[in-house]
């Protein structure tokens, strides 16, 4: 499926992998998968797609991102557009696809292999477009799941289909070194509160 010798680059859709690993009870270690990838041919670089609402001080994502963006990522991020629907409801949307899909078909020139981690099936013609160029692309997700993650008009367009399951040993972040950072953490917190009470 991969050549030592083929130029590769991962396309990552953040929101699309975040729920397929969660589903599948696991945290990615996103320094594994660099590594992993590396391993399978000369890895040119790895895009990470996902949109930040601006109106909050804090996300829950910025020290993912921000991780990201000094260890070996490129990070493309959009602003959440906020709106209401027509019952009044507040809806938040944040699509990245037609980023990722102009930076495969903009790539897609200077490399053998794509790497797509995404279930989406819009993104479907954008594969197809990009094996005419005579390109391999290799999309990433999962029919471990009911219903499974991946639509499978993407599964049967792409050369090949990795099921993310199958990589979670090389990729998964180890579960107990969660539970350490954790009580490290609540550690630090009460050794605060100690200080603090005294």
């Known amino acids: ?26 945290d990615i270690d996103y320094k594994k998968l660099l590594t992993e990838f590396a391993s399978r041919g000369y890895l040119l670089r790895a895009y990470y797609y996902t ?28 602003p959440t557009k906020e709106f209401y629907d027509a019952s009044g409801r507040r809806k938040v949307k944040g699509n990245m696809d037609i980023e ?57 367009q792409a050369d090949h289909f990795i099921d993310l399951i199958s990589l979670q040993s090389r990729i998964g972040r180890d579960p107990a070194e969660r539970a350490a950072r954790a009580a490290e953490r609540a550690q630090a917190v009460a050794g605060f509160e100690d200080e603090f009470d005294e």
């Open 1 to 26: 499926m991969f050549d030592q010798r083929e130029k590769i680059i991962l396309f990552i859709d953040g929101a699309n992998l975040y729920a397929t690993a969660k589903s599948l009870g696991f």
């Open 51 to 78: 949109a930040l609402s601006e109106d909050q001080e804090y996300s829950s994502i910025r020290p993912l991102i921000d991780w990201l963006d000094y260890n070996g990522y490129t990070v493309v991020t959009k």
């Open 100 to 156: 990722l899909a102009v930076n495969m078909m903009e790539m897609s020139d200077h490399i053998d292999h794509l790497v797509l981690f995404s279930g989406d099936g819009d993104f479907r013609s954008v594969v197809e477009a990009v094996q005419r160029k005579g390109r391999k692309v290799s999309v990433i997700s999962t029919l471990s799941t009911q219903p499974p993650m991946i639509a499978d008009e993407l599964r049967r």
